[in-house]
């Protein structure tokens, strides 16, 4: 069965370095999500992507924050400088015409900045 | 103002007992997911809905838009299930995004 994967599972990094995570959405998937989840909070919507573009962002998806599909088959969420909250679980997500609008969510990257 | 609610924050049950998992929003919506979260913090889709009812093994989920209400059942219930159960909803002024509640934490004890 298809799925969404994610690279890497646990990322740790120093505050204001540039971190990119990547995510391989379903193949025949046309729209692409990122959403973060704070330890112990709810998960929060950031961006939607598609058509090579970004079609909503939140509150949160500020300037620091970047998507990109860079070819076919991968969509990055990269953000430019870290700071000490942005440390959550990232999550991808995916969806088609075909799906009904349901989201098949990646696996997450755990993102720890120190 | 778009807002989830879910009750209860927290279950916990006897393997076999039904279960119940409540969602409540508070406008008009497009379309409604249950999700579940396992410890590892994988989110796996159960249903998606905009009305009626859905059934997916020991699983049903219900919405009731006139209320703004959804439930989703657990039938003989089993310690596998326990899991984070997450409703989220997309809201009809709010395009694709959709808005999460807090999660319901269930707790099946053999």
């Known amino acids: 069965e298809p799925e969404v994967t994610q690279t890497p599972s646990h990322q740790v990094t120093q505050m204001g370095q540039e971190v990119i995570l990547r995510c391989v959405p379903i193949s025949n998937h046309l729209y692409f999500y990122w959403y973060r989840q704070i330890l112990g909070q709810k998960v929060e919507f950031l961006v939607s992507?598609?058509?090579?573009?970004?079609?909503?962002k939140s509150e949160i998806f500020d300037d620091q924050f970047s998507v990109e599909r860079p070819d076919g088959s991968n969509f990055t969420l990269k953000i430019r400088s870290t700071k000490l909250e942005d440390s959550a679980m990232y999550f991808c997500?995916?969806?088609?015409?075909?799906?009904?609008?349901?989201?098949?969510f990646g696996p997450g990257t755990r993102l720890t900045v120190l | 103002k778009n807002e989830v609610e879910q009750s209860p924050q927290n279950l916990t049950a006897q393997e076999g007992e039904f279960i119940t998992i409540n969602c409540s929003y508070s406008v008009g919506i497009s379309a409604l997911h249950w999700l579940q979260q396992h410890p590892g913090g994988g989110i796996v889709s159960l249903f998606m809905l905009s009305s009626g009812k859905k059934k997916h093994g020991r699983l049903i989920a219900t919405i009731n838009i006139q209320e703004k209400h959804s439930s989703l059942h657990i039938t003989a219930s089993h310690p596998r299930d326990s899991a984070v159960y997450i409703c989220?909803?997309?809201?009809?002024?709010?395009?694709?995004?959709?808005?999460f509640g807090t999660g319901t934490s269930l707790t099946v004890i053999p």
């Open positions: 997500a995916s969806s088609s015409y075909t799906s009904g609008g349901t989201q098949f």
């Open positions: 989220a909803v997309r809201f009809l002024n709010t395009g694709n995004q959709f808005y």
């Open positions: 992507f598609y058509n090579n573009e970004i079609s909503e």
